[in-house]
């Protein structure tokens, strides 16, 4: 073999396999399987089309899903205001009954007159004798627990 066939051989070139023939200078190289190549390279694509095609899908399914949310949430506004302005005229109504006028216009309605003697009370001052602690005693304190067995009697 001659020295330029012994460099070439020990250089070789990707996808060369084994070495020279005899009598050659060149390697035998493996033909790469094309058809293979292409299924592969057709199965990649086809795979990277579906999965852009499922973004999108879940993209748009999320897109309308806070839409939905949007209606739902401006429902929901409408009818918290609706409801507040409902409370706010049911507490005109309520203070306009129970005022002083309009609880006289239903006394003289059910027959009552009003009174021709009236009298005031006058209330002293009230001073506490005993002062009034601001804690509460616990409910499961051993004093506590024996003075409810003994309010019970025999029956607890």
Excluded: C
Excluded at 69 to 96: D, G, I, P, W
Excluded at 107 to 119: C, D, S
């Amino acid at each position: 073999m001659s020295s330029v066939a012994a460099s070439r051989s020990e250089t070789r070139a990707p996808g060369r396999i084994g070495t020279p023939r005899p009598g050659t200078d060149r390697a035998l190289v493996v033909a790469p399987n094309l058809a293979r190549r292409r299924q592969r390279a057709r199965l990649a694509m086809w795979a990277g089309a579906a999965v852009t095609v499922l973004a999108l899908f879940t993209l748009v399914q999320f897109h309308v899903l806070a839409a939905q949310s949007a209606f739902t949430l401006e429902k929901l506004e409408k009818e918290r205001t609706n409801e507040q302005f409902r409370y706010q005229r049911l507490r005109e109504q309520v203070a306009r009954s129970s005022s002083a006028e309009a609880v006289r216009e239903a006394a003289t309605k059910l027959g009552m007159i009003p009174g021709t003697n009236l009298v005031q009370l006058e209330v002293p001052n009230v001073t506490l004798t005993t002062p009034v602690s601001d804690t509460v005693p616990d409910a499961l304190s051993a004093e506590n627990y024996q003075d409810t067995k003994s309010s019970l009697g025999t029956n607890p």
